[in-house]
C-alpha cells in the first residue's frame, strides 16, 4: 500500500506508463525516494532501548539531560520528521528554519525563511534563535545539527557593512560578474557570520554536536556554509582570490576585508565533544536508487560521470556528449539484452545553493536538444527538492532540435521540503531507434 505519510515525497504511487516517458518518470521519483532527509536521517538516528545511535557512532542515551535539534534549510521539515520519529520523546528542544512551516506532528518551534541567497527576511530572527538554543545547552546536553541545502539562507548573516538586502545583491552580483556556485559558497563561508563557518558548534561550545547534513554535490562541509567546521585559511585564500580576480575585493568595508586575513579574529571554542559531519544523502544516493528502479523495469543503467559541472548550457553539452558514448557503448559492446539504455549524472547546474534551479532549465533544454545526435533519445533535467511557491519540482524533457524545440519546465507533483541533492540528469535511448 502507497505510503502517504507527510514525510513521503510524493502524493500518490507511481503512475504506469511505458517508454521513454516512464523511464524519465520513474529515474525521478526513484531518485528523490532513494535520497530523502527523512530515511537519511532515520538511518544516522536510531534508538534501541537505551542505545542511542548518533551517526557513526553509539552512546547510553542516559548520557544525556537534554537531546535538542536543529533543523535547517530547504529540507528541514523532512528532516525534522526523521530526529523526531527516530528518538520521540527523548528529544527536549527542537528548531526548524527553512521555506517551509512547521507542521502540527512536530511539536517544537519554527520560522519560515524564503528561498534565495543569503539576506532574506525572516533569517536574522531565526538565527538569532538557532544561536540562542545551541548557546542554552550544557555539558551534559545532546545537540543534533540538520543542515541540509538552502541552510545557508539563514546562517550566513551579513558581513560588515552589510545589511540582509545589500549583501543578497552582493553575493548575485558575483555570480553575475563569473562567479561559480563554488566559489560563492566558500566566499559566504569566508565573510559571512551569524551560523556560519563553524560558528552554530561554536555557539554550543559546552554540548555534544552531531551534524548531519544532505549534501547536493559540492560537499557537506559547504552546506549552510559549514555551521559546524571553521574556515580554513585556504578557504580564505581562495575567498581573496576569487574576490580579487572579479575585482570586488578592494571595495568591501575595510572591516569585511579583515575576516579575509590569514589568520582573522574569530570564534576558537568549537565544542570539544564535535562529530565529523555526517552525509546522510546526497546525489549518489539518489543515482543508485534511480539505478536499481530502471533495471527492474527491463532497461540497463548507466552513469555518465560522477558530477556534471559548469552553468546549464556547458553542463547540457558535457552531459549529451557523454551520455551518447555510454549509450554507444552499451548497446555496441555485449550489453544485456534489454528495452534500452538510461544514463544518468547529478549537477548543480552551477546554480548557488539556495537559488531556484528552474531559472537554468531552458537554457539546459535548449543546448541538449541542440546537441543529440542520436535517433529517439531524449534528454531530461529534474530538480530533486521542491519548493512551496511555485508548488512541487521541476523537470524539461527534450529530443533533437527541430522535432519539439526547447521546452519550458514543467511542474512535477511532489511535497516540498523533502531533500534536495541538486539536479538529476537522464537521458534515455531505446534499444531500438524511433524512425
Given at each position: 500500500?502507497?505510503?502517504?505519510s507527510p514525510a513521503n515525497?510524493?502524493?500518490?504511487?507511481?503512475?504506469?506508463?511505458?517508454?521513454?516517458?516512464?523511464?524519465?518518470?520513474?529515474?525521478?521519483?526513484?531518485?528523490?525516494?532513494?535520497?530523502?532527509?527523512?530515511?537519511?536521517?532515520?538511518?544516522?538516528?536510531?534508538?534501541?532501548?537505551?542505545t542511542v545511535r548518533l551517526?557513526?557512532?553509539?552512546?547510553?542515551?542516559?548520557?544525556?539531560?537534554?537531546?535538542?535539534?536543529?533543523?535547517?534549510?530547504?529540507?528541514?521539515?523532512?528532516?525534522?520528521?526523521?530526529?523526531?520519529?527516530?528518538?520521540?520523546?527523548?528529544?527536549?528542544?527542537?528548531?526548524?528554519?527553512?521555506?517551509?512551516?512547521?507542521?502540527?506532528?512536530?511539536?517544537?518551534?519554527?520560522?519560515?525563511?524564503?528561498?534565495?541567497?543569503?539576506?532574506?527576511?525572516?533569517?536574522?530572527?531565526?538565527?538569532?534563535?538557532?544561536?540562542?538554543?545551541?548557546?542554552?545547552?550544557?555539558?551534559?546536553?545532546?545537540?543534533?545539527?540538520?543542515?541540509?541545502?538552502?541552510?545557508?539562507?539563514?546562517?550566513?548573516a551579513p558581513p560588515p557593512?552589510?545589511?540582509?538586502?545589500?549583501?543578497?545583491?552582493?553575493?548575485?552580483?558575483?555570480?553575475?560578474?563569473?562567479?561559480?556556485?563554488?566559489?560563492?559558497?566558500?566566499?559566504?563561508?569566508?565573510?559571512?557570520?551569524?551560523?556560519?563557518?563553524?560558528?552554530?558548534?561554536?555557539?554550543?561550545?559546552?554540548?555534544?554536536?552531531?551534524?548531519?547534513?544532505?549534501?547536493?554535490?559540492?560537499?557537506?562541509?559547504?552546506?549552510?556554509?559549514?555551521?559546524?567546521?571553521?574556515?580554513?585559511?585556504?578557504?580564505?585564500?581562495?575567498?581573496?582570490?576569487?574576490?580579487?580576480?572579479?575585482?570586488?575585493?578592494?571595495?568591501?568595508?575595510?572591516?569585511?576585508?579583515?575576516?579575509?586575513?590569514?589568520?582573522?579574529?574569530?570564534?576558537?571554542?568549537?565544542?570539544?565533544?564535535?562529530?565529523?559531519?555526517?552525509?546522510?544523502?546526497?546525489?549518489?544516493?539518489?543515482?543508485?536508487?534511480?539505478?536499481?528502479?530502471?533495471?527492474?523495469?527491463?532497461?540497463?543503467?548507466?552513469?555518465?560521470?560522477?558530477?556534471?559541472?559548469?552553468?546549464?548550457?556547458?553542463?547540457?553539452?558535457?552531459?549529451?556528449?557523454?551520455?551518447?558514448?555510454?549509450?554507444?557503448?552499451?548497446?555496441?559492446?555485449?550489453?544485456?539484452?534489454?528495452?534500452?539504455?538510461?544514463?544518468?549524472?547529478?549537477?548543480?547546474?552551477?546554480?548557488?545553493?539556495?537559488?531556484?534551479?528552474?531559472?537554468?532549465?531552458?537554457?539546459?533544454?535548449?543546448?541538449?536538444?541542440?546537441?543529440?545526435?542520436?535517433?529517439?533519445?531524449?534528454?531530461?533535467?529534474?530538480?530533486?527538492?521542491?519548493?512551496?511557491?511555485?508548488?512541487?519540482?521541476?523537470?524539461?524533457?527534450?529530443?533533437?532540435?527541430?522535432?519539439?524545440?526547447?521546452?519550458?519546465?514543467?511542474?512535477?507533483?511532489?511535497?516540498?521540503?523533502?531533500?534536495?541533492?541538486?539536479?538529476?540528469?537522464?537521458?534515455?535511448?531505446?534499444?531500438?531507434?524511433?524512425?
Amino acid at each position: 500500500m502507497f505510503d502517504r505519510s507527510p514525510a513521503n515525497p510524493f502524493p500518490g504511487p507511481t503512475p504506469e506508463g511505458k517508454g521513454a516517458d516512464a523511464m524519465h518518470a520513474t529515474a525521478f521519483r526513484a531518485a528523490v525516494e532513494g535520497a530523502d532527509a527523512y530515511h537519511g536521517v532515520r538511518s544516522a538516528l536510531r534508538r534501541d532501548g537505551p542505545t542511542v545511535r548518533l551517526g557513526n557512532r553509539f552512546a547510553p542515551i542516559a548520557r544525556f539531560r537534554e537531546i535538542a535539534f536543529v533543523s535547517v534549510g530547504n529540507a528541514a521539515i523532512s528532516a525534522a520528521y526523521g530526529a523526531h520519529d527516530a528518538l520521540g520523546s527523548a528529544i527536549t528542544q527542537g528548531y526548524m528554519a527553512g521555506p517551509n512551516p512547521v507542521p502540527p506532528e512536530i511539536p517544537f518551534r519554527g520560522t519560515v525563511v524564503p528561498p534565495g541567497r543569503p539576506g532574506r527576511a525572516g533569517a536574522d530572527a531565526a538565527l538569532a534563535d538557532i544561536l540562542e538554543l545551541a548557546a542554552g545547552l550544557g555539558e551534559k546536553d545532546l545537540l543534533v545539527l540538520l543542515v541540509t541545502p538552502g541552510a545557508v539562507v539563514t546562517l550566513a548573516a551579513p558581513p560588515p557593512g552589510f545589511d540582509g538586502p545589500a549583501w543578497s545583491e552582493w553575493l548575485s552580483s558575483l555570480s553575475a560578474a563569473g562567479a561559480s556556485s563554488a566559489e560563492v559558497a566558500v566566499v559566504v563561508r569566508a565573510l559571512g557570520r551569524g551560523g556560519v563557518g563553524g560558528r552554530v558548534a561554536a555557539a554550543a561550545s559546552a554540548a555534544e554536536v552531531l551534524p548531519l547534513v544532505v549534501d547536493r554535490g559540492e560537499g557537506g562541509v559547504r552546506v549552510g556554509g559549514g555551521p559546524s567546521v571553521a574556515v580554513s585559511p585556504t578557504e580564505r585564500a581562495e575567498a581573496r582570490a576569487t574576490l580579487e580576480r572579479l575585482g570586488r575585493l578592494a571595495g568591501l568595508p575595510a572591516e569585511a576585508r579583515a575576516t579575509l586575513a590569514p589568520d582573522p579574529s574569530l570564534p576558537r571554542s568549537i565544542s570539544r565533544k564535535l562529530h565529523r559531519p555526517v552525509a546522510v544523502a546526497g546525489p549518489s544516493e539518489a543515482l543508485r536508487s534511480a539505478g536499481d528502479a530502471i533495471t527492474t523495469r527491463g532497461y540497463t543503467s548507466r552513469l555518465a560521470a560522477m558530477t556534471i559541472g559548469g552553468n546549464a548550457p556547458t553542463a547540457a553539452a558535457d552531459f549529451v556528449d557523454r551520455a551518447d558514448g555510454v549509450v554507444a557503448s552499451a548497446l555496441g559492446g555485449g550489453a544485456p539484452k534489454s528495452k534500452g539504455v538510461v544514463v544518468f549524472a547529478p549537477s548543480t547546474l552551477n546554480v548557488p545553493e539556495g537559488d531556484d534551479e528552474r531559472t537554468q532549465f531552458v537554457a539546459f533544454a535548449a543546448a541538449a536538444s541542440a546537441r543529440i545526435r542520436r535517433r529517439g533519445m531524449t534528454v531530461g533535467v529534474y530538480q530533486t527538492g521542491a519548493l512551496p511557491e511555485p508548488k512541487g519540482a521541476a523537470g524539461v524533457v527534450v529530443d533533437a532540435a527541430g522535432s519539439a524545440g526547447p521546452a519550458v519546465p514543467r511542474p512535477l507533483a511532489m511535497r516540498p521540503g523533502i531533500t534536495d541533492v541538486g539536479c538529476l540528469l537522464v537521458a534515455v535511448a531505446p534499444s531500438e531507434p524511433t524512425p
